[in-house]
């Protein structure tokens, strides 16, 4: 079974950084666009960073130059390193994998949750 394992959630202070990690198993990791998503209370779940297998990536408005996804292809991990964090960054942030050849096979981690506030 395939599995998503989100870890580094947690609650920091407007202006901190978190790290988020997400390992794989039990796919074929590097032929997988991997990307992070979040989901704040009464709002709908929204991209927020991808990677594809070569590299390239893709980010929301909303956190361009604060936040970096990034992929180690040998460890089937994908990290989002969030820096400058803020208030509306609060939400349950999910690992997500999609197959880069055959979009309808995807995944999601459980989810962990982020809050910023002081």
């Known amino acids: 079974q395939v599995q998503l394992v989100e870890s580094g959630g947690g609650l920091v202070q407007p202006g901190g950084s978190l790290r988020l990690s997400c390992a794989a198993s039990?796919?074929?990791?590097?032929?997988?666009?991997m990307g992070w998503y979040r989901q704040a209370p009464g709002k709908q779940r929204e991209l927020v960073a991808t990677?594809?297998?070569?590299?390239?990536?893709n980010y929301a408005d909303s956190v361009k130059g604060r936040f970096t996804i990034s992929r180690d292809n040998a460890k089937n991990t994908v990290q989002l390193q969030m820096n400058s964090l803020k208030a509306e960054d609060t939400a349950v942030y999910y690992c997500?994998?999609?197959?880069?050849?055959?979009?309808?096979?995807?995944?999601w981690g459980q989810g962990t949750q982020v809050t910023v506030s002081s």
């Open positions: 997500h994998g999609e197959h880069q050849f055959t979009p309808s096979i995807r995944y």
């Open positions: 990677v594809t297998r070569s590299g390239s990536t």
């Open positions: 039990r796919i074929t990791f590097s032929i997988y666009t």
